[in-house]
């Protein structure tokens, strides 16, 4: 049965939509048979793995509220073993109308736990604020997966955001954790990035991921030609470094030691 990892931070321009789609390419060529659920109106995911806009006539909108299955909406893309559940602006219409749904923060859960059957990972690009479609997503996944831009107020926001995954477990989803703090857009040579860093080890320890997303121009240029980083550059520093992530959520998923979160608590 495969695995959710919800991509969510409250704060925008953090590169969640970028780590979202590369981490799931990157365990899609590691023969991972992949989902990416774009969750986010704004479709940045969808066109960032190749899909053009408004060319769809069937996205997660008629999933999520007007009951089309999801084996109807899912997209190929260019690498065999990853899959994409498209959105497109119609999503930001869902918010509104799943207000008055019966068990409104549920409907992606029910609709991913069956797909999961078919999936060894499910990644889900979450939007950037906590609405039904960001709850909906927290309430289906089983770890959450936040990307941190290395600034002065990453602390802050991850204690908000800490807070907030506390009240989603109490109410919508007991047993999610987090799957690990991802540092992005990370400059080695900053006093700024090195200090982050270790202010976030020191506090949260093994739930940050020992890799690092750098600062990078090719990452930076992937989505507006459509392709993830290991299929524009893959010789490049932000393949490289994804790939080097899924590696590292994939060992733990393999050697049984569970997520970071419950490392932590032991």
């Known amino acids: 049965m495969g695995k959710i990892i919800a991509v969510a931070n409250q704060k925008g321009g953090v590169g969640k939509t970028t780590t979202a789609i590369n981490l799931a390419a990157s365990f899609a060529v590691g023969d991972m048979k992949t989902l990416l659920v774009d969750a986010d109106p704004q479709g940045n995911a969808s066109s960032g793995i190749g899909i053009r806009r408004g060319s769809l006539r069937r996205t997660l909108y008629h999933t999520l509220i007007l009951d089309e299955p999801l084996v109807n909406i899912i997209q190929k893309t260019e690498l065999d073993a990853l899959h994409v559940a498209p959105a497109d602006r119609n999503l930001s219409g869902a918010e509104v109308e799943l207000v008055s749904m019966d068990d409104r923060e549920f409907i992606m859960k029910r609709i991913l736990d069956v797909a999961r059957e078919n999936y060894d990972y499910i990644v889900i690009d979450c939007?950037?604020?906590?609405?039904?479609?960001?709850?909906?997503?927290?309430?289906?996944?089983?770890?959450?997966?936040?990307?941190?831009?290395?600034?002065?107020?990453?602390?802050?926001?991850?204690?908000?955001?800490?807070?907030?995954?506390?009240?989603?477990?109490?109410?919508?989803?007991?047993?999610?954790?987090?799957?690990?703090?991802?540092?992005?857009?990370?400059?080695?040579?900053?006093?700024?990035?090195?200090?982050?860093?270790?202010?976030?080890?020191?506090?949260?320890?093994?739930?940050?991921?020992?890799?690092?997303?750098?600062?990078?121009?090719?990452?930076?240029?992937?989505?507006?030609?459509?392709?993830?980083?290991?299929?524009?550059?893959?010789?490049?520093?932000?393949?490289?470094?994804?790939?080097?992530?899924?590696?590292?959520?994939?060992?733990?998923?393999?050697?049984?030691?569970?997520?970071?979160?419950?490392?932590?608590?032991?």
């Open 127 to 266: 939007p950037p604020s906590l609405g039904l479609l960001t709850i909906n997503a927290l309430s289906a996944a089983d770890t959450v997966l936040v990307p941190i831009q290395c600034e002065y107020f990453a602390l802050e926001g991850v204690s908000e955001l800490l807070d907030t995954l506390a009240r989603i477990r109490r109410s919508f989803n007991p047993t999610l954790a987090v799957e690990g703090f991802l540092l992005t857009m990370f400059d080695e040579r900053t006093n700024l990035s090195n200090q982050v860093m270790a202010d976030l080890r020191d506090f949260y320890g093994t739930q940050v991921f020992e890799t690092t997303i750098p600062r990078n121009v090719r990452l930076a240029e992937a989505p507006s030609h459509g392709k993830p980083i290991i299929l524009y550059d893959i010789k490049s520093r932000g393949a490289e470094t994804y790939l080097r992530l899924a590696k590292e959520v994939m060992s733990h998923d393999k050697k049984g030691i569970g997520t970071r979160a419950e490392r932590a608590a032991s």
